[in-house]
């Protein structure tokens, strides 16, 4: 048979079930693999979604007509059978099997394989053909167990309180916020959370993700802000909102930060390995996995994975998309969210990690 997914101008279009997976232009039927804004914009006919990434979708592109799915659960739409599976990267993420005369192609959207307290851990999707994402797709990218990168946050945290220094870790507002939250030790000092932060732990909580108490800053007294660390999204540096910390200290948490000079660009005190997105030893187990020997390589490193997947017994290809790398988020989003007021409900949105 014919490829069952293509790329169109609106964006990956599976051929037999007249459906788009997460378009970048405006169409009637859209099935959704995450709510980050490369992948969710608004102006969609209808939406499907995994069950737990509903109240995100809404939460950030406001009143949508939006149909959920249980991972697991199976519809069928022109002959193609549909199902949603998690993908591990943020809160509702999921991957796309599509099943049709006896063909199974997957679309994971964005992944990771080292599972985390705030969504649901990847699971693979055995397939032919599997469309992956590669965000990270250089050997170089190798991740610590995230129990080492908590371990290292907290010291730093705890280092800056007993030297009555506010600690500010800037990171992005969904999903790489809400994990580095569950990872910290609520003992040290108060936590502090952006607006924009905030608005998404509210949605995180209602999905039943257990985070540890968080507060505003007006809610905090000043001479315990000494002691406490500030959640907020790398549009806040620099801001007047940030200057009411005084003295502070500041860290960056991405997958970026593994890169020499990454820390000095940002202008940050520290630097934290932290990422939603699989390294490259988590790309090339969820690829063998999957099972498939036919790989189509998205948004990332293309050139490196299709090659070395073509040496290495794989038929591999490659999708030209406008999916982008979100862990370089929209500042437009984060401001339009504001300290204490919900998210911005229109299609400006992040690229993250």
């Known amino acids: 048979m014919s490829d069952m997914v293509v790329v169109r101008k609106e964006g990956l279009f599976c051929v037999p079930g007249g459906f788009y997976i997460d378009p970048w232009r405006p169409v009637e039927r859209a099935v959704i693999t995450h ?20 109240g995100v979708l809404k939460a950030r592109l406001g ?25 591990g990267h943020v809160l509702g993420s999921a991957q796309v099997r599509m099943e049709c005369g006896g063909e199974v192609w997957v679309a994971s959207g964005d992944y990771k394989v080292e599972s985390d307290a ?6 693979p999707v055995r397939c032919h053909t599997f469309i992956t994402e590669s965000t990270f797709g250089l050997p170089i990218y190798r991740w610590e167990a995230q129990q080492e990168t908590f371990a290292q946050i907290n010291a730093w945290w705890r280092r800056n309180a007993a030297a ?9 507002s969904f ?7 569950s990872g910290l030790d609520a003992g040290t000092g108060p936590i502090v959370c952006h607006g924009a932060v905030e608005a998404l732990n509210r949605v995180y909580r209602a999905g039943g993700v257990a985070l540890p108490p968080t507060r505003m800053v007006h809610e905090v007294e000043k001479a315990d802000l000494a002691r406490a660390i500030v959640i907020a999204p790398p549009s806040a ?17 991405s997958g970026w930060m593994l890169l020499r000079g990454a820390r000095r660009r940002r202008g940050v005190d520290r630097g934290f390995v932290l990422s939603d997105h699989a390294d490259w030893p988590g790309l090339m187990q969820a690829i063998h996995a999957s099972g498939a020997q036919r790989v189509i390589v998205t948004h990332g490193s293309i050139p490196v994975m299709v090659r ?14 406008e999916y982008g790398d979100d862990e370089a988020e929209d500042a437009a989003a984060d401001a339009l969210a504001g300290e204490g007021a919900g998210l911005a409900t229109a299609a400006a949105g992040e690229r993250d990690a």
């Open 118 to 123: 705030t969504c649901a851990p990847f699971e």
């Open 308 to 321: 070395w997947l073509n040496q290495n017994g794989f038929d591999a290809h490659a999708f030209d998309t």
């Open 35 to 54: 709510a980050h804004s490369d992948h969710a914009r608004f102006g969609h006919g209808r939406y499907l979604a995994a069950v737990p990434g509903v």
């Open 175 to 181: 999903g790489k916020a809400q994990r580095i939250l």
């Open 164 to 172: 009555g220094r506010c600690s500010v870790m800037l990171c992005y």
């Open 63 to 87: 009143e949508i007509a939006v149909q959920g799915l249980e991972y697991g659960e199976q519809i069928d739409h022109n002959g193609v059978r549909i199902s949603l599976h998690p993908a």
């Open 237 to 253: 540096a620099g801001s007047p909102w940030i200057r009411r910390f005084g003295d502070f200290s500041d860290a960056f948490a």
